[in-house]
């Protein structure tokens, strides 16, 4: 309350000073635990471009639909609040799948990932999922859990609480960034800048480290804020389906208003 009271004071989102859209990434982005004072001046900007990519295509659309269709999006949105975690993170699981539930990832140096969340034998393993005989073959396997989406689901939320209480603690979207390129790599970073929270962000990262992130990670991110900003009011941005998490904690939707 404090906080909405501070951008009030602030004019942040006072009509006039940002369009409905910019609007709606900064609360976007604000859900994933990022502070609307401490992005940089192009954030908005850069994630208008990858809007544009979403728009592009029928990719999003499609995964949405077939999120809906097979009653995933509840799921995920359930378990997420029951780790304290945001619902927004579905669209980190739309980024990894497509909500293709017997998705395999090209071949790593961890293994293959599977499944809607795209565990490594690795990862998967530490959370409690059992790998099945083809765990080095790029295909589905039934005996394979990473394709048991409620097993695996529950696995990706403890797994992103836990990267929460790392030293990526101080921003959602390092939290992300983590998922995608390795929490160890992340934070490995994260331990050479200042303490203070305002120097570790993901914006600082980048400012620091550009030349080692990874586009692959840089992409991951924006993707996903992107989506997520599209979610939440799809037919604003030209789409034809329903805010899939518009049922879900409606009060979450209230922030920055």
Same mark, same amino acid.
């Given at each position: 309350a404090n906080y909405d009271k501070f951008l009030r004071e602030l004019h942040v989102y006072e009509e006039g000073n940002l369009d409905e859209i910019d609007q709606l990434i900064l609360r976007v982005a604000r859900i994933f635990g990022e502070c609307e004072l401490?992005? *940089?001046?192009?954030?908005?900007? +850069? @994630? /208008?471009?990858?809007?544009?990519?979403?728009?592009?295509?029928? /990719?999003? +659309?499609?995964? @949405?639909? /077939?999120? @809906? +269709?097979?009653?995933? @999006?509840?799921?995920?949105?359930?378990?997420?609040?029951?780790?304290?975690? *945001? *619902? %927004?993170?579905?669209?980190?699981?739309? %980024? +990894?799948?497509?909500? /293709? *539930?017997q998705r395999v990832g090209p071949s790593t140096n961890f293994g293959f990932a599977k499944g809607i969340w795209q565990f490594i034998p690795q990862t998967a393993l530490k959370y409690g999922l059992q790998t099945g005989p083809l765990v080095e073959i790029a295909k589905y396997d039934p005996r394979d859990e990473r394709f048991n989406f409620d097993k695996a689901t529950v696995a990706a939320a403890q797994y992103i609480r836990d990267i929460y209480d790392t030293d990526a603690q101080a921003s959602g979207l390092l939290v992300i960034s983590s998922y995608n390129w390795g929490e160890r790599r992340v934070v490995s970073l994260i331990q050479k800048m200042p303490q203070n929270p305002r120097e570790r962000n993901f914006w600082q990262l980048l400012k620091k480290y550009r030349q080692q992130f990874p586009l692959e990670t840089y992409n991951y991110v924006f993707y996903i804020i992107s989506a997520a900003t599209i979610g939440e009011n799809p037919k604003l941005f030209g789409f034809s389906f329903d805010n899939p998490l518009e049922n879900v904690n409606e009060d979450m939707f209230k922030l920055g208003s």
């Open positions: 401490a992005m *940089p001046k192009d954030f908005v900007g +850069e @994630v /208008r471009n990858y809007i544009k990519k979403w728009q592009s295509t029928d /990719r999003l +659309e499609k995964a @949405v639909t /077939r999120a @809906v +269709e097979n009653g995933y @999006v509840n799921k995920v949105a359930e378990t997420m609040l029951k780790h304290d975690l *945001p *619902p %927004q993170f579905f669209y980190l699981a739309l %980024q +990894e799948s497509d909500f /293709r *539930p």
